[in-house]
């Protein structure tokens, strides 16, 4: 919502050729956009333990909403890095089992395969796509296991 003013005038003003409208339009978006990202993160750390409140505590829709922005209430920065920190730990060791799945799969393809650059690289593709997510699969377990202390943890404080 906070990008549509500057994306709408700069519409109209590319439309009529308008360069004062244009170059407001665009001031407007650079506003708007790290506005509408810093809004996003924090309605995405308010609202992250809606479905433990569901589950855990048996909390109506509403009321799981305001249970989840009342743990993180006054606690906003010490919750996001406690949020961020395992998805960005655990994101770089499974970007590196992946990198390390590509480069060998593509080794080995490329040492013995003779059927051609097409159908190698559809091998690849397809062995590339079963890595990503057997990585996924390996790796979500872990993050949910990670903000179920995080929130067990605000829960209890």
């Known amino acids: 919502l906070l990008v549509i003013p500057g994306g709408i005038l700069l519409a109209v ?3 009529e050729g308008s360069s004062y409208g244009g170059g407001l339009g665009g001031l407007l978006l650079i506003i708007g956009l790290p ?3 810093a809004l996003a993160l924090m ?3 308010q609202f992250a333990f809606i479905g433990y409140e569901l589950t855990l505590n048996h909390k109506p829709g509403r009321s799981a909403l305001a249970a989840s922005r009342a743990l993180v209430k006054g606690r906003w920065w010490a919750t996001l890095w406690r949020y961020l920190i395992p998805r960005m730990v655990f994101g770089f060791f499974a ?3 992946l990198l390390v799945a590509i480069a060998a799969v593509t080794i080995l393809l490329t040492s013995i395969t003779n059927a051609g650059i097409e159908s190698s690289a559809r091998i690849a593709e397809v062995f590339i796509n079963i890595a990503a997510s057997a990585v996924t699969i390996l ?3 872990i ?3 990670a903000d179920y202390y995080l929130f067990d943890s605000l829960r209890k404080a």
């Open 139 to 141: 790796i979500l377990p």
């Open 43 to 45: 309605l995405t750390i």
């Open 35 to 37: 506005l509408a990202i």
């Open 95 to 97: 970007t590196l089992v």
């Open 143 to 145: 993050i949910t296991i």
């Open 13 to 15: 003003s590319t439309l």
